[in-house]
Structures are given as C-alpha cells and as structure tokens.
T-cell receptor, first 112, second 115 residues
Framework: EPEVTQTPSHQVTQMGQEVILRCVPI?????FYWYRQILGQKVEFLVS????????KSEIFDDQFSVERPDGSNFTLKIRSTKLEDSAMYFC??????????FGAGTRLSVL | AQSVAQPEDQVNVAEGNPLTVKCTYS??????LFWYVQYPNRGLQFLLK??????LVKGSYGFEAEFNKSQTSFHLKKPSALVSDSALYFC?????????????FGGGTRLMVKP
C-alpha cells in the first residue's frame, strides 16, 4: 500500500538555526499539507499546497515558514530561524481522489 | 470557520464491551467528517469518513461512526472493544467547499481498553 514518508524521524537543532523537513507524498496525489502537533495538544493545520503554490495557510505559518516541491516527488517544509516554541511533531499529508488525507509518521523537531 | 469538539479526554472501557468516542463539529456549510487513530510514536492513521450517503459509516478494525446532522455529531463506535484498540483518537472536519481541503482536528480522546 502506498504511503507518505517523512525524513528525518527526529531532528534536533539549536534555536535560530534553519531546518528542512522532508516528505515524499503518495505519487499520484495532487494536494499536499503540513500539520503540526505540539506535545499533548491537538493537530494543527499549517499549510496546503496545490499546483505548485500555497492554496491555504494558517496564522501559524508566518514568514519563518516556507514550503517547496523541488522536484516531482519531494515536498519540504523549511523553518528559517527556529524558536523553542517550534518544537513539535510535524506531519505531512497528501490527498488523493477519495477525499482522504494520508499522513506520514511525522518528524519530531526538538529546538534546544 | 470550522471546529471540532471531543468532550472526553479519556474513555475507559473493559475488553469486550461496546465503546463510544464522542465528537461534535461546527462548519458553515456541509461537512466531510473523519476519524483518525494515533498509536504511540506513530502518525495519524485513517479509520473512516463520512462524505455523503448513509449516516452510518463503517471503517477499519470494526469501527463505525454515525453522522447526525441535527446534533452535529459524528460519534465513533465499536460493538466489542479490544485491548489493541487502546490509542489516541482524533475526529476531524473539512468543509465541503473549502478550497484548501484543510482538516480541523478535535483535541483527541485517549481510549484505554482494559483486559
């Protein structure tokens, strides 16, 4: 069964550093998403991406965040200058034709 | 704006007993509704969805959910709980006309099934 894959599974970084989280969505899917889950809290939408541009973004997704689909398979989330409060689990998802978003296993980002 | 409420942080059930995990939602238009399950240190796994049609939808692992438009609810149910059902369950809603197709999640309900 096709799945969304995310790398790395755990990323540790120093405050102020840039990080790039990587995702490989399911190959024939057209919509891609990033969500985050701060420890013990609900899953929050960050951004959706369709046809090589952002289709929607939340208030969380400020100028420190960016997304890119650099080639036909990868979908990345960049945080330019990480803050302590960026520590969370980041989930990538992709949407197929049956209205189901399939999620990856997540990247745990720890900002020290 | 869309929102989801899961009023119970935790539900405790004995193995073999029926379980219900509650979810209510709010959207300005028609909803698409979903349940996801999260096992420890894992991602969100799709369980079932309501898009249109029958109000009772069946999903993976014997779970089902009933869409109730008048009560704006989408409670998750299973006739006979298993210890392996113990996990964190999230209800999510998406507005049908939402161009970005973003999901809004509830806060999650931890299901504990005891032997």
């Amino acid at each position: 069964e096709p799945e969304v894959t995310q790398t790395p599974s755990h990323q540790v970084t120093q405050m102020g550093q840039e990080v790039i989280l990587r995702c490989v969505p399911i190959s024939n899917h057209l919509y891609f998403y990033w969500y985050r889950q701060i420890l013990g809290q609900k899953v929050e939408f960050l951004v959706s991406f369709y046809n090589n541009e952002i289709s929607e973004k939340s208030e969380i997704f400020d100028d420190q965040f960016s997304v890119e689909r650099p080639d036909g398979s990868n979908f990345t989330l960049k945080i330019r200058s990480t803050k302590l409060e960026d520590s969370a689990m980041y989930f990538c998802a992709s949407l197929g034709t049956v209205n189901i978003q399939y999620f990856g296993a997540g990247t745990r980002l720890s900002v020290l | 704006a869309q929102s989801v409420a899961q009023p119970e942080d935790q539900v405790n059930v004995a193995e073999g007993n029926p379980l219900t995990v509650k979810c209510t939602y709010s959207v300005s238009g028609n909803p698409y509704l979903f349940w996801y399950v999260q096992y420890p240190n894992r991602g969100l796994q799709f369980l079932l969805k309501y898009i249109t049609g029958d109000n009772l939808v069946k999903g993976s692992y014997g779970f089902e959910a009933e869409f109730n438009k008048s009560q704006t609810s989408f409670h998750l149910k299973k006739p006979s709980a298993l210890v392996s059902d113990s996990a964190l369950y999230f209800c999510a809603v998406r507005e049908v006309d939402n161009a970005g197709n973003m999901l809004t999640f509830g806060g999650g309900t931890r299901l504990m099934v005891k032997p």
